[in-house]
């Protein structure tokens, strides 16, 4: 059964009610910043919940700050699932770190398909960041390398973490393989104090879906968003088959 993304409130409502069987209240950042890195995942609200509330205890405190969470996301982070640790693993480890900046940059908007002079766009903030805290001599992104790196990325030797979003009928559109691994993704991000958006549900003036249902109902359609309706249509005309059929059999 597909499920939607948890809605903020839906988030706000599990933090909370954690923190408050012990006592506890959680700031409006802390609890922004654990809304928007779980991507709408309960698991990852659990888990970094249950890892701050476990060093809150540990350490005897009674007051929750950022740094308290910093500390939870880090052993959330090492106690992620290894399914999802994986593709990410592989993707990065003992290669530049220019391949997990362009996975961040993936992973910057709440938009699960997204286009790739968006993602650039996303890669130029990361890169900016990055220059700030000192870790990049400069802020200028190179375009060919992010290219070629978004390209690795959907090869099986980096996991095929991310791969095209409507195969050969729409080229361009990128999506993380398993829709889980971005909140892993954003998680990465986070520890390295880099922002990423979590709320943006479009990007360069580029309505998707949920942003032309929620924010721009009268915007044109695009042709995009008529592939996307209709990949839809078709999933759920598949799954209406395969219940069918599995209630003939029983």
């Known amino acids: ?67 308290m969470f910093l500390n939870g996301l880090k052993d959330a982070v090492s106690s992620v699932a290894e399914f999802l ?20 940059s993936i992973a910057d908007s709440a938009d699960m398909q997204r286009k790739k002079s968006d993602i650039f766009i996303s890669y130029s903030d990361v890169v900016e960041q990055l220059s700030w805290k000192g870790i990049l001599s400069n802020n200028n992104p190179d375009e060919k390398k992010f290219g070629r790196i978004l390209t690795s990325l959907g ?30 993704v954003k998680m990465h991000a986070e520890m390295r104090s880099i922002k990423l958006d979590t709320e943006r549900n479009f990007t360069s003036n580029e309505p998707t879906v949920k942003a032309r249902l929620n924010t721009r109902p009268r915007k044109n ?19 209406n088959k395969e219940i069918n059929a599995l209630k003939v059999l029983s």
């Open 221 to 239: 359609i695009s042709q995009i968003e008529k592939e996307i309706e209709k990949e839809e249509k078709y999933q759920d005309a598949q799954a």
């Open 155 to 184: 090869k099986q030797d980096y996991g095929e973490i991310v791969i095209s979003a409507f195969g050969d009928k729409r080229r361009g559109f990128y999506k993380f393989k398993e829709s889980m691994v971005r909140g892993y």
């Open 1 to 67: 059964m597909k499920l939607e993304p948890l809605s903020w409130s839906g988030r706000y409502a599990i933090i909370d009610r954690a923190f408050n069987e012990f006592g506890l209240t959680v700031p409006d950042d802390v609890r922004f910043r654990i809304a928007g890195l779980s991507d709408g995942y309960p698991h990852y609200i659990h888990l970094i919940c249950e890892k701050m509330l476990i060093n809150a205890y540990q350490d005897g405190e009674t007051e929750i700050n950022f740094v």
């Open 85 to 104: 640790k994986k593709d990410y693993n592989l993707a990065t480890e003992g290669r530049s770190p220019d391949v997990a900046y362009v996975l961040w």
